[in-house]
């Protein structure tokens, strides 16, 4: 580009200046390749940063409404499961820390774990590290070019949430501390997923130790936030450090200093694993070798079993301990005397009582929904990386038809959403039977089962993106699933028409146990499913494969 | 030119089933169509890109056939659109009769498989691979399989992830020969692989030649269509321009005789289909195109020390096609 920049080649002179020049192409390559999603991230957190404030004032506009509000709320713990701990929501800004620092917070975690995973082990998987370590880079380059381009996708979440405060009425001081104690916890999350990066060989054991620390660290935030005398829980989750930072609450900035310690910690440990290990291996060594084990060979079914075992051990295992949690927390749920006007934002917000332990459970129940639809994104992108890689390509030149393998991908990915569902209305039940709450346990099932029509649905749209535009269908079966989830908690605060509310599936799920079944709007969505899942079908026949 | 097909095909399927010993196979094979690949104006386009462009391949069953073509010419897209992954912009293609697109699973029960990337799963091991490979196809000859891992010196204990690309392309090489399938479509099957499994590979491919099995062998290594290959079809940019025997291709090109003189080399007149070129003070060469006649009738009365006289190599005639029409 300049003239200096095409001197270089001959110039082997500036060693200095000619390894931070190759930094910064480094750097450079790694932020354009994480574009998208990083700009998917930042236009999600803009939006949320924004409607929170934007929806409180237009919810509560008075000084004695949002009194109310916070008597009722801030002593219902079935909130402070993913909103975290409210320190303070009389004012515009409380509230919103207490909403954005509990849910882009576990945004934040997922980001910071996925964006260093791809640029540390995804770039080693794919060769690229080698080939670049090959020329002129260094070790210490190669890391320190990943990290810059890290740095500038959390200073992008950072800036993105700041400008959606600021657009929502809040002072900027404090509306760039609450972003910095959100974006925090990306940055500790990030260097959770580099050291992952150097312990697993591959990209995908990475990603599910890095998921694992997620689902960990959020688990231990919720028991802290939600259950007596164990506050000081948060102490030791990255989660709850944000939480303690309290933005809007009486500031304490110090706090901050953990989760940049801890991030320096870890990152200076991997650092240490990355100069010393050798290229395209990971610590947690794989065996090269083993003896052949062939059973769950005989079936494109049977080998999708095989190969997803440990991601629907690991899921089933993550959804089952949340559920065992939430029923056993749900014991504690009083009923607070609530205004009138608060009962109505309740309703509106979940469209139940959310103040006794059955109607807790239910609004539990939405977050299974939730998971179950991530999970069946999850799987359909496993397919679909089995396309990428050209794999498939090797499958269909045997004897073996587009549709029975899709099919069987499809039944796999149907029966676990079953399972785990069940599992998870199982284990609330055990919590909450352990508590003593009264609730049967086929009402529980019943309750789990009232998730399947919502997840199916899901996993037919991502179908059918992934039948219809391949080449980004990762992306759109997630944001579809996270737009509706999160259209669900904001659009009725902002007070969005009745059509436009109903557009999420999830408003259409019977909040069971304290509502009945909606059996029109589960044969509904299931048959926009099955339309959905046919035309994917028909689409996945016609098309070309593709190769990433 | 497909009306000129069906005849040669028919009499060389007459010499194979005299030979024909197990009545069985016998009787499966010539229920199979004589073709064993055969397209009609096959053509796809990616976009702008013209891939493959009005492709007329007739491969008859039993035939080692050479697919020629530098890099990007459109191999890969022609074998993709044989296995029915990618669907034809025009045209149509059919293995053993089955349409390649409407009907793949019936088209891919004979038809076995090497892809040119070896992509396979890096969590199992060879062996592992080679079980799956075989169940989902719904057998294989295991005893032959056997016979295999020990000719190409596989470890069926690594996993995937631990091979390098040859031994990975080992994998493929393996499955597919041990499936016995009457089609062996490979993509350039033996990039990657050591010179002795060169010859492992090319032994394979004699056995399947013996089994009358069909090879569809997609490659630019030039050496070794040469001594494999029955038939030889050379593609440039999606079109097929040349094929033939080899024998067929060495007619058309040009033929090198080099003469060494006892003294100065003659003057020689100009000689239609002759290319002179002076090589030495006493030496000459010689292009011939067509009928060497004139030049024989020409050099009768010089005093010659040596003459020799060889037919072009496969590499020569690949490079003065690709020469050659570069230009017009």
């Known amino acids: 580009?300049?003239?200096?920049?095409?001197?270089?080649?001959?110039?082997?002179?500036?060693?200095?200046?000619?390894?931070?020049?190759?930094?910064?192409?480094?750097?450079?390559?790694?932020?354009?390749?994480?574009?998208?999603?990083?700009?998917?991230?930042?236009?999600?957190?803009?939006?949320?940063?924004?409607?929170?404030?934007?929806?409180?004032?237009?919810?509560?506009?008075?000084?004695?409404?949002?009194?109310?509000?916070?008597?009722?709320?801030?002593?219902?713990?079935?909130?402070?499961?993913?909103?975290?701990?409210?320190?303070?929501?009389?004012?515009?800004?409380?509230?919103?820390?207490?909403?954005?620092?509990?849910?882009?917070?576990?945004?934040?975690?997922?980001?910071?774990?996925?964006?260093?995973?791809?640029?540390?082990?995804?770039?080693?998987?794919?060769?690229?590290?080698?080939?670049?370590?090959?020329?002129?880079?260094?070790?210490?380059?190669?890391?320190?070019?990943?990290?810059?381009?890290?740095?500038?996708?959390?200073?992008?979440?950072?800036?993105?949430?700041?400008?959606?405060?600021?657009?929502?009425?809040?002072?900027?001081?404090?509306?760039?501390?609450?972003?910095?104690?959100?974006?925090?916890?990306?940055?500790?999350?990030?260097?959770?997923?580099?050291?992952?990066?150097?312990?697993?060989?591959?990209?995908?054991?990475?990603?599910?130790?890095?998921?694992?620390?997620?689902?960990?660290?959020?688990?231990?935030?919720?028991?802290?936030?939600?259950?007596?005398?164990?506050?000081?829980?948060?102490?030791?989750?990255?989660?709850?450090?944000?939480?303690?930072?309290?933005?809007?609450?009486?500031?304490?900035?110090?706090?901050?200093?953990?989760?940049?310690?801890?991030?320096?910690?870890?990152?200076?440990?991997?650092?240490?694993?990355?100069?010393?290990?050798?290229?395209?291996?990971?610590?947690?060594?794989?065996?090269?070798?083993?003896?052949?084990?062939?059973?769950?060979?005989?079936?494109?079914?049977?080998?999708?079993?095989?190969?997803?075992?440990?991601?629907?051990?690991?899921?089933?295992?993550?959804?089952?301990?949340?559920?065992?949690?939430?029923?056993?927390?749900?014991?504690?749920?009083?009923?607070?005397?609530?205004?009138?006007?608060?009962?109505?934002?309740?309703?509106?917000?979940?469209?139940?009582?959310?103040?006794?332990?059955?109607?807790?459970?239910?609004?539990?129940?939405?977050?299974?929904?939730?998971?179950?639809?991530?999970?069946?994104?999850?799987?359909?992108?496993?397919?679909?990386?089995e396309e990428g890689e050209q794999r498939l390509e090797t499958l269909l030149a045997l004897p073996l038809t587009r549709l029975r393998w899709l099919g069987s991908r499809v039944l796999l990915t149907v029966l676990a959403i079953a399972a785990i569902a069940l599992l998870a209305g199982l284990l609330a039940w055990a919590g909450a039977a352990a508590e003593g709450v009264s609730v049967s346990l086929p009402t529980m099932l019943g309750a789990a089962a009232n998730c399947l029509p919502t997840a199916l649905l899901f996993l037919a749209l991502a179908l059918l993106a992934y039948a219809l535009v391949p080449r980004v269908s990762v992306g759109v079966g997630y944001g579809i699933v996270a737009v509706a989830f999160l259209w669900q908690l904001v659009g009725s605060l902002v007070g969005a028409p009745r059509w436009l509310l109903d557009a999420t599936p999830f408003a259409h799920m019977a909040l069971i146990p304290v509502q009945s079944f909606r059996a029109g709007a589960a044969v509904a969505m299931l048959a926009i499913a099955l339309g959905a899942a046919a035309a994917a079908a028909l689409a996945f026949r016609r098309r070309d494969l593709i190769g990433d | 030119m497909a009306p000129g097909g069906p005849a040669p095909i028919l009499a060389v399927m007459a010499v194979h089933e005299v030979i024909e010993t197990d009545a069985a196979v016998g009787a499966r094979r010539s229920q199979r169509p004589r073709a064993a690949i055969s397209t009609r104006g096959l053509s796809k386009r990616y976009g702008r890109t013209i891939a493959v462009d009005g492709l007329d391949l007739n491969v008859s069953a039993g035939e080692v056939y050479g697919y020629l073509g530098p890099n990007g010419a459109g191999k890969t897209t022609t074998i993709r659109l044989l296995l029915g992954l990618h669907r034809p912009t025009a045209g149509t293609a059919a293995v053993f009769g089955s349409d390649c697109w409407r009907e793949p699973a019936a088209a891919h029960r004979d038809v076995a498989y090497v892809a040119g990337e070896p992509s396979l799963w890096p969590a199992l091991t060879g062996a592992e691979t080679l079980e799956l490979l075989a169940r989902v196809r719904g057998g294989t000859d295991a005893a032959y399989r056997n016979i295999l891992v020990e000719r190409f010196r596989l470890d069926p204990d690594k996993k995937i992830r631990a091979l390098s690309k040859g031994n990975r392309q080992k994998v493929q090489l393996i499955a597919a020969l041990a499936s016995r399938a009457p089609l062996l479509i490979l993509d350039e099957p033996t990039a990657g692989l050591d010179p002795l499994m060169e010859i492992a590979f090319r032994d394979s491919i004699q056995e399947a030649r013996e089994r009358e099995q069909t090879v569809f062998l997609s490659s630019h290594i030039l050496s070794e269509v040469e001594a494999l290959c029955d038939r030889v079809g050379i593609l440039r940019e999606g079109r097929l321009i040349d094929e033939g025997t080899l024998a067929e291709l060495r007619h058309l090109a040009a033929h090198t005789v080099e003469v060494t003189f006892t003294g100065p080399a003659p003057e020689m007149p100009a000689m239609h289909g002759v290319k002179t070129e002076r090589t030495g003070p006493n030496a000459l060469r010689f292009e011939v195109t067509g009928e060497i006649a004139d030049l024989i009738a020409e050099l009768g009365g010089q005093p010659i020390e040596s003459l020799t006289s060889r037919e072009p190599s496969l590499e020569e005639i690949f490079l003065h096609h690709y020469d050659s029409s570069a230009s017009p």
């Not at chain 1, 500036?14 to 990083?38: H, I, K, P, Q, W």
């Not at chain 1, 499961?81 to 975690?109: C, D, H, K, N, Q």
């Not at chain 1, 060989?201 to 005398?229: F, K, N, Q």
């Open chain 1, 1 to 385: 580009m300049t003239a200096a920049g095409h001197a270089e080649p001959t110039g082997g002179g500036a060693a200095g200046g000619g390894d931070l020049a190759v930094v910064r192409v480094l750097a450079a390559r790694a932020t354009r390749d994480a574009r998208t999603r990083t700009l998917s991230f930042a236009a999600l957190f803009a939006l949320y940063a924004y409607v929170q404030p934007a929806g409180f004032r237009h919810a509560y506009p008075t000084l004695a409404d949002r009194v109310s509000f916070a008597h009722s709320f801030a002593g219902n713990d079935a909130l402070r499961l993913f909103y975290g701990y409210p320190y303070e929501v009389t004012s515009i800004a409380g509230y919103t820390a207490w909403r954005v620092g509990g849910t882009l917070a576990i945004a934040a975690a997922a980001f910071g774990v996925l964006a260093a995973v791809r640029a540390f082990r995804g770039e080693e998987e794919s060769g690229r590290t080698e080939l670049v370590l090959a020329g002129r880079a260094t070790r210490g380059g190669v890391f320190a070019s990943a990290l810059l381009a890290l740095a500038s996708s959390v200073v992008a979440l950072w800036a993105a949430q700041l400008a959606g405060f600021a657009a929502g009425g809040l002072p900027l001081a404090g509306s760039a501390y609450l972003a910095l104690s959100v974006a925090s916890v990306a940055v500790v999350y990030a260097a959770v997923g580099t050291l992952a990066s150097q312990l697993a060989p591959t990209r995908r054991l990475a990603l599910e130790l890095g998921s694992g620390a997620v689902a960990l660290g959020l688990l231990l935030r919720v028991i802290a936030d939600t259950a007596s005398g164990a506050g000081w829980l948060r102490w030791v989750t990255p989660l709850g450090w944000a939480e303690q930072a309290r933005p809007f609450t009486g500031a304490r900035p110090a706090v901050l200093l953990v989760p940049a310690m801890t991030a320096a910690a870890l990152f200076g440990a991997a650092f240490v694993l990355a100069a010393r290990r050798d290229i395209g291996t990971g610590l947690l060594a794989e065996r090269e070798s083993s003896p052949p084990r062939l059973r769950m060979l005989g079936s494109p079914f049977m080998y999708a079993l095989r190969s997803q075992k440990s991601s629907l051990v690991a899921w089933a295992g993550s959804i089952g301990a949340f559920a065992l949690v939430f029923g056993t927390v749900s014991a504690s749920i009083g009923s607070a005397a609530l205004s009138g006007g608060v009962r109505r934002e309740l309703a509106k917000l979940s469209s139940a009582s959310i103040t006794t332990p059955t109607g807790y459970l239910a609004f539990v129940f939405l977050f299974f929904a939730l998971a179950l639809g991530l999970f069946a994104c999850a799987q359909v992108n496993a397919a679909r990386h």
